[in-house]
Every structure is written in structure tokens, then in C-alpha cells.
């Protein structure tokens, strides 16, 4: 028992995302990974996502565009959202309808979690050329 | 983080400061800060601090202030948050007036008080909803902010020994004008507890706000993306088991026997707990109380309630509309008008039960002594959180000390107190703490429901096409009724008919009847938009209908009977603008308008919709215009229409529990579907502002878009669809 409370228990059959981590980098659903099943993969949780790029400019995105409400899905939404950014630092539309379908969210933040992603999106861009 | 966290400590040693200690000096009068039928006048009792944990010297001129002789400032929030955004429009509310920047404010959530938390807009009742904080807060707490104000600027004055009227507040700090000295309200903070508190007090003019029409960040948003932020299900008092529960899958059922060996057997399992009609399995962890809770067999007496369908309900709705209801309202002589319509129009709408669905499964961590008892929740209505826990545990009121959380959604779900009570008799039997965990399959089947109702509506219509006469008859659970007696009366109540009462619409014959009928074996309970969220349906679908059979464009149709309603015309014409109602869309694709007055709120939205041949719909865009009179947090009250749409959205097209021999059909959120990523449409919202009171935001947005959904599927395909949800065999075409 590890006492982390920032990953939430939403369904426990994979259908809602509100228990997403990350696994070696990939958004998995918590509650239907054994812990066997784990082995020594690297397990990132949301407490732990500001520490990487993509979870950085994602949290960031979701503070300047006001993205939360109830705030209950948002860290699976943040974990899936970070997931997206590493592998596809623009996403397209549908990216983001693939990446983050799994992830409900019922105060309906949608319209601002895909606006989020592309604002994150921006920054990494921003970020690439200045480097 | 601007959030007090709660303390896991023992209860002996934690201050007794919450509902303890409190010296009511003064009455601040709400007066009829509040719209809507249930506001009933009376004073709201300020007190002057947290007695013994506060230092002496601080200053609590009422319920929802403290400056401490530090200097920081800690607003008592007596609403709860949810996602609505009220910490931050609240809050918005007493630092205009304080003077104080947002962002050196601290929260604390209310404790349980009736009389010092009550909602003067909800009859008293310490609660949140009805889509009304804002509303009750408007002036009460504007005025705590100010009385605070005036005292502190009164003890720098006097500390200078000048006039009162020579000094001003800016930035936590009294400024005398003419010397440009300063003080801070720390150091004011003693003196100022000292004074009297001020009788009347002036708010500020509209043109003189800061804060309020700003559009402010959220303060509860930082630790809600970090993963910090504390909900009800987070609560870890030491040394806390975790249970999870099976109640009787038919309302009203009994337990008769659990063989509990192979559950007792699984490691982790330490308890099994039974109750009347329920069977709880206590464990080390959720993995074991789950996997305990599969183990026990169990044998239901499902009781009288063992065959009911939602067929037998509707049925029983369709022939009790055939009676007369109680009068909701009653315009000329429909009767008489209706024999003299040139062309009469009929028909049936049904909506169906509906679940919250919150994404935070029902919860609640109790921990029952000997002479006391401890309950962590997340709910909307506090004090009866508390009542309920007394009541089972013997205990004295005093002796319930109830922390409230971050709300991880509430539609009027956690207007409820079944989670706690259930939490608590099974902590009567649990030594320790225990934090009382549903499944979500639990959660949805043993949700209290929005009800299913029938209507009957018909209307006459002149040689213009216009309606002359309305006739709506309806049946239905009253939530009211029991929820909140007093406000139920001669068979009414204000929200079972709100939207269907018309208010907008110039209409010269109108009757509108409802009967109350309760349905068997399944409860019933607020739900986003409650009353509205089936009137409107109703009402604007049937104008849509009418304004078909008058073959007149719907917008316009609408338009010219809303000539006495300027405002509801403006946001129709925004809405129809904004949407661009008159250009043209492709084959399989239509717009789809409604317009209503609920909570306090003008709005009229535009909808627009992508029929596909095998019927699927599909929602591309919807344009919200609307005019809520004064606005506290811009920002809020769009993200609040977005969110509401969506929620709209999930129940046009998928929303319905069934059940079948008394158990609800639906478990989880493959078969109680809801909106996802790839479904939401584009949404844009448009704001007419103006001074005038606020009205409620946290639900119209639900009720306006279901009807503008289905009056779009109409223009797309012709078929008109009278009963919820979305049947996409119904719209199959080729």
C-alpha cells in the first residue's frame, strides 16, 4: 500500500480511464493490470507525470485553458493525454479521438481537453525550435 | 494549494472548532437575494469565529470570514464544489467586497450547520443545487465580505484617529487617503474583532466590480491536475478497511442467507457484514473486498417488487394520465379555445429513468466509537450527512463530526444521504474505521433515479398556423415531495413543472396538469436539470411539431410568439445567428433549435446533427446563446454550458435504465453508455450580459440541448422522436 490517492477507481473493467498510469511510457488501465503481470516496467502515476516533457506541458495546457471541473477523470485524462504527446508531439483530430475515447469524463470537459492537447502540442513545437 | 486538507488525526486531539464554540452576535438579513419558488425569507445567523482553535485576536465578523493576526485570510465555503466552479465564484463573491486578491485566500469546507450554512434559496436546508449558490450568495455573502470590510477600515481609522469616510481597502490593506498610510488586515485584525459589527452595510455598484465579471482561475484547478486533490474516496483515517457491498438487486428486497466460507477464506477478507438487505465483505484492500463480495453466495427474498418491468411503470404512467392532475397552470379556457382551433395536434412523449453515472463511485469512510463518530464524504447536503449517522448511531448531533470533500461529481446524485446511511450500519458492526466502497455496477444499479414520466400534450392551432390553446397533462415521481415536504403542496411543486409551466411563450389558452405518481420499487432523485430536463424535452419538441404542422421555419415560429419575452427573443436570435440557421447543410444533416427559462436562465441553443443510413447519430456542433444576468466567472459559466451539453447529449442518446423482474438492466459504462472524446461536438457559447440578478448555471445547458437534438434529427430526417433516448433503429433509412 503505497498511500498514492491521485490514480482513482472509476469502473474496474477498463472503460472508463479514470485509473490510468503509465507503463513503461503507455497509458494502460490500472485496474484491470495484475501486479504480476507489471514485471519491471516502469510504472509512472500522476503524482510523478510533471516530471516528464510531455506530462509537464500537458498539466500546463490544462491549468491556461481551465480544462477540469469535477477534476475525478482528469488524472487518467492527463496520463492518456501525456501517453499521446510523447509518441505524436502534433497530434491530428483523430489522435486525439484514438488516445483519449477511453477516458470518460461526465462534467463533459472534452471540447477543452482536445483544445488542451493542441495548445501542449503548440509548446512542444515552440520548444523544438528554440532548442 | 489553497485548501485546508483534512486532518486524519484522532479525534481526540483534533480542535473541536467546527460546529463547536459558536457566539452568534449578529443577523445578516439575505432578504430575497434568490430567485425561484422555494426562497423563503430569513435571517442567516453570523457567529464569530472557531472558538477555541483560533487565536482570541483574530477576526470572524460572521460564518464565512476569518483574518487571522497573520494576515491570511480563510473563506468558509458554505456551497459545495463539484466542478461547478463555486469555490472560485464564491469566493469571487466575499473578496470583491473584502478587497482581498484571490489568490491569498484559503478554503475551508463549511462544516455541518444548518443555521449558520443554510441555503436560503433550498428552504434552509444546508445544500447545494438546484443550480442556485450563486443565486442564494449573490447579496448574503457579498454583504459578509463588505461588513468585514467596513470593520477593518474602521479600526485603522480609529488607530489613526481619523474619519472612517478618509480611509479605503485595496489589496488586503486600509489606506488613508490623504496621508497615503497603510496597514495590513493582519495587524487590524485584533481591533477590528473588538468593534461592533455594523448594521447595513453598502455593496459595491456594478460599474465599481474588480473581481466579479473577470473571468478568475479556478483555485481548486493546480491540485486537481497534479493528483493532490483530496475526494471522498481519498479519505485514509489510520488504520482504515475497506468494504464493498451487494444490496438487494430488487428495491425493496431482503437478504435471506449468505454462505460466507469461500469469501472468509480469500486473504485479505477480515469481515463479513449483513444487514437487512444488504451483505458487505470488509477487507485489507478494494481487491479483496471485491474478490470476497464474488465469493459469498447469497439468497435474495426479492419481495414485492420481484416481477416489475419499466414496461409495467410506463403503462401505469399512460393510464393515470387519463385522469385529471393537479393544475399547474391554468391560461383562458383551453376546453372551449381547442373547439374552435382550425387544426388540432396530438401527442405522447415519454422519458425515461436515468443514472448519474458520477465518475466517483458512491463512498463514504466511517469510523463509529463509543461516544462519537467520524464520517468522510463527499456530499451535497452536509447537515443531513450528519443527521442520518446520528440517527443510526444513538449518538447526539454534537457527536457526528462529518468532513466534507471535493465532490468528484455530484448532478444531484450527492443530494443524497443513502451512501452514508448505508456506510454507517455497516460500521456499526466494524471496529475501526471502515471507508465503504461501491462497484460501479453497485453504483449503477443501485442509483436513485431521474424518473420516467408521460405526457399527454395537444394543442389547437388558428388559420395562421398559430397555437391558441396548450394542453399538457403529465405523470410522474415528485422529488419534492419527499426530498423537501413543505415545498410539495395542493399536488405541485415548482420543479416537477418547471419548464412545462409556461413563462416565454405568448400563448392566450394554456392548461398544464401534473400528477403525482410514484413509481414501485425504484427511487427516484434529482438529477441535472430535474424537472426541466423532461419539460423541455417536451415543451420544445412540440413546438417544433406545431411550427411543422404550420409548415413555418422553427426559429421564426418561436419568434413570433416570444414578443412579450424580450429577453428569451435576444438569445434566440443570437443562437440562430451565431449557428447561421438559414444556411444550408448537406443531405442526412439538420439544425435543430430550443428555447427556455429555467433556473433563473434565458437560453435557446442550436444543435446540429449527422444522421448516418443505419441511423447512427451523430452530434457536429452546438451554439448556445444565453443571458444570465449578472456574471460572476465568465469562464465558469461557459465551461459549465459545455459541460451540461454533454451531459444533455449522453442522456439523447443513450440514457435509459430498465428493469426487468425488479432489477435494473444496466452495470457498468458498456451497457449505461456516455458521451466519449470522439462523439463531442464543437460547442460555442455566447453571453448577453447585463447587470440584472443572476440566474443558475450549472444546469440549463442539460435541458436546452436534448429537444434541440431531436427537433435537428427531425430536420435531417423527417421523424420526429417522442420518447428518450435515441432509438437509431427509428431513423434507418436507405
Not at chain 2, 465518475?359 to 463509529?368: I, K
Request: charged share 20%; glycine share 10%; aromatic share 6%.
Amino acid at each position: 500500500m503505497l498511500g498514492m490517492t491521485g490514480t482513482k477507481f472509476g469502473c474496474g473493467l477498463a472503460l472508463c480511464g479514470a485509473c490510468t498510469v503509465h507503463l513503461n511510457g503507455v497509458a494502460t488501465r490500472s485496474c484491470v493490470t495484475t501486479v504480476d503481470s507489471v514485471g519491471n516496467a516502469a510504472i509512472t502515476t500522476i503524482e510523478a507525470i510533471g516530471t516528464t516533457a510531455s506530462g509537464r506541458k500537458i498539466q500546463r495546457a490544462w491549468l491556461d485553458l481551465e480544462v477540469v471541473q469535477c477534476g475525478y477523470c482528469q488524472s487518467g485524462q492527463i496520463m492518456s493525454a501525456s501517453a499521446l504527446l510523447a509518441t505524436h508531439p502534433h497530434p491530428s483530430d483523430s489522435d486525439i479521438d484514438d488516445a483519449m475515447s477511453g477516458n470518460i469524463c461526465r462534467c463533459g470537459t472534452y471540447v477543452r481537453i482536445r483544445e488542451a492537447i493542441k495548445r501542449a502540442a503548440e509548446s512542444s513545437a515552440v520548444t523544438a525550435k528554440g532548442s | 494549494m489553497p485548501f485546508d486538507r483534512p486532518r486524519w488525526i484522532p479525534a481526540d486531539r483534533r480542535d473541536s472548532a467546527l460546529a463547536d464554540g459558536v457566539s452568534r452576535r449578529i443577523f445578516l438579513k439575505t432578504g430575497a437575494a434568490a430567485a425561484g419558488g422555494l426562497m423563503l425569507g430569513f435571517g442567516l445567523p453570523a457567529y464569530a469565529g472557531e472558538a477555541s482553535a483560533a487565536a482570541s485576536s483574530d477576526f470572524a465578523p460572521n460564518a464565512f470570514i476569518r483574518i487571522g493576526v497573520d494576515g491570511s485570510v480563510t473563506l468558509t465555503m458554505p456551497y459545495v464544489e463539484m466542478g461547478q466552479g463555486a469555490y472560485t465564484s464564491i469566493s469571487m463573491l466575499i473578496a470583491e467586497e473584502l478587497e482581498v486578491p484571490l489568490s491569498h485566500v484559503r478554503l475551508k469546507h463549511a462544516p455541518p450547520n444548518e443555521k449558520l450554512y443554510g441555503n436560503p434559496a433550498l428552504g434552509g436546508i444546508q445544500a447545494t443545487g438546484n443550480s442556485n449558490a450563486i443565486r442564494a450568495a449573490w447579496v448574503p455573502l457579498r454583504q459578509a465580505g463588505a461588513t468585514a470590510r467596513v470593520m477593518l477600515i474602521a479600526a485603522a481609522a480609529k488607530r489613526w484617529k481619523v474619519e472612517s469616510s478618509s480611509c479605503y481597502a485595496e489589496r488586503g490593506e486600509v489606506v488613508h487617503k490623504a496621508s497615503s498610510r497603510r496597514v495590513k488586515y493582519g495587524a487590524l485584525a485584533g481591533a477590528a474583532a473588538k468593534l461592533p459589527v455594523p448594521e447595513k452595510v453598502t455593496l459595491k455598484r456594478p460599474d465599481e466590480f474588480k473581481l466579479i465579471g473577470t473571468p478568475a482561475k479556478r483555485l481548486d484547478a493546480p491540485s486537481k491536475v497534479n493528483g493532490t486533490a483530496i475526494y471522498g474516496i481519498d479519505a485514509r483515517p489510520p488504520g482504515v478497511k475497506i468494504a464493498t457491498l451487494s444490496q438487494s438487486p430488487v428495491f425493496g428486497g431482503r437478504l435471506k442467507s449468505v454462505d460466507d466460507a469461500a469469501a472468509k477464506a480469500v486473504k485479505g477478507v477480515r469481515q463479513i457484514v449483513q444487514l437487512e438487505d444488504a451483505v458487505a465483505v470488509v477487507a485489507d484492500h478494494m481487491g479483496a473486498a471485491k474478490k470476497g463480495l464474488a465469493a459469498l453466495v447469497i439468497e435474495w427474498d426479492s419481495g414485492p417488487n420481484a416481477t416489475l418491468s419499466t414496461e409495467d411503470i410506463a403503462r401505469d404512467l399512460e393510464k393515470g394520465t387519463l385522469n385529471a392532475g393537479a393544475v399547474a397552470q391554468n391560461v383562458g379556457d383551453v376546453v372551449k379555445a381547442m373547439t374552435g382551433a382550425v387544426t388540432k395536434v396530438d401527442s405522447i412523449y415519454q422519458v425515461p429513468f436515468l443514472a448519474h453515472a458520477t465518475m466517483e463511485p458512491m463512498n463514504c469512510t466511517v469510523d463509529v466509537r463509543k461516544d462519537s463518530c467520524e464520517v468522510w464524504v463527499g456530499n451535497q447536503a452536509l447537515a443531513r450527512a450528519q443527521a442520518t449517522a446520528a440517527k443510526i448511531t444513538g449518538l447526539p448531533l454534537e457527536k457526528i463530526i462529518v468532513h466534507n470533500h471535493l465532490i468528484g461529481g455530484g448532478f444531484g446524485r450527492r443530494l443524497e444521504i443513502d451512501g452514508i446511511t448505508r456506510a454507517v450500519q455497516i460500521a456499526m458492526h466494524v471496529d475501526g474505521p471502515v471507508k465503504v466502497v461501491w462497484t460501479r455496477e453497485e453504483d449503477i444499479q443501485h442509483d436513485m433515479y431521474r424518473p420516467y414520466f408521460f405526457d399527454r400534450i395537444s394543442a389547437g392551432l388558428d388559420y395562421a398556423g398559430m397555437p391558441i390553446a396548450w394542453n399538457h397533462r403529465f405523470a410522474g415521481s415528485s422529488i419534492l415531495a419527499r426530498w423537501l415536504p413543505p415545498a410539495f403542496n395542493d399536488g405541485l411543486d415548482g420543479d416537477t413543472t418547471d419548464g412545462a409551466i409556461h413563462r416565454l411563450y405568448s400563448l392566450p389558452h394554456v392548461r398544464v396538469e401534473y400528477l403525482r405518481m410514484e413509481p414501485p420499487g425504484i427511487p427516484t432523485a434529482f438529477w441535472r436539470s430535474v424537472g426541466a430536463s423532461h419539460n423541455v424535452f417536451v415543451v420544445e419538441s412540440f413546438m417544433d411539431e406545431l411550427a411543422a404542422t404550420a409548415k413555418k421555419d422553427p426559429v421564426d415560429y418561436r419568434r413570433a410568439l416570444l414578443e412579450k419575452a424580450p429577453r428569451a427573443k435576444a438569445v434566440l436570435e443570437l443562437a440562430a445567428e451565431k449557428a447561421g440557421w438559414s444556411l444550408p447543410l448537406p443531405q442526412g444533416s439538420g439544425r435543430g433549435v430550443s428555447i427556455q427559462f429555467v433556473f433563473g436562465t434565458y437560453m435557446a441553443q442550436v444543435a446540429e446533427v449527422e444522421v448516418s443510413k443505419d441511423g447512427g447519430v451523430r452530434v457536429r456542433r452546438v451554439v448556445c446563446a444565453l443571458d444570465c444576468g449578472s456574471v460572476v466567472n465568465p469562464d465558469t459559466v461557459r465551461a459549465q454550458v459545455q459541460g451540461a451539453v454533454i451531459f444533455g447529449i449522453s442522456a439523447a442518446l443513450y440514457g435509459e435504465i430498465t428493469l426487468k423482474d425488479g432489477r435494473v438492466e444496466q452495470t457498468n459504462f458498456n451497457t449505461y453508455q456516455v458521451l466519449r472524446m470522439s462523439e463531442a461536438p464543437a460547442i460555442e457559447v455566447y453571453l448577453i450580459e447585463n447587470t440584472e440578478s443572476p440566474g443558475g448555471m450549472g444546469e440549463p445547458g442539460t435541458s436546452a440541448v436534448v429537444p434541440a437534438v431531436t427537433n435537428a434529427i427531425f430536420a435531417a430526417t423527417g421523424k420526429r422522436l417522442r420518447k428518450l433516448p435515441v432509438d437509431p433503429a427509428e431513423l434507418k433509412h436507405v
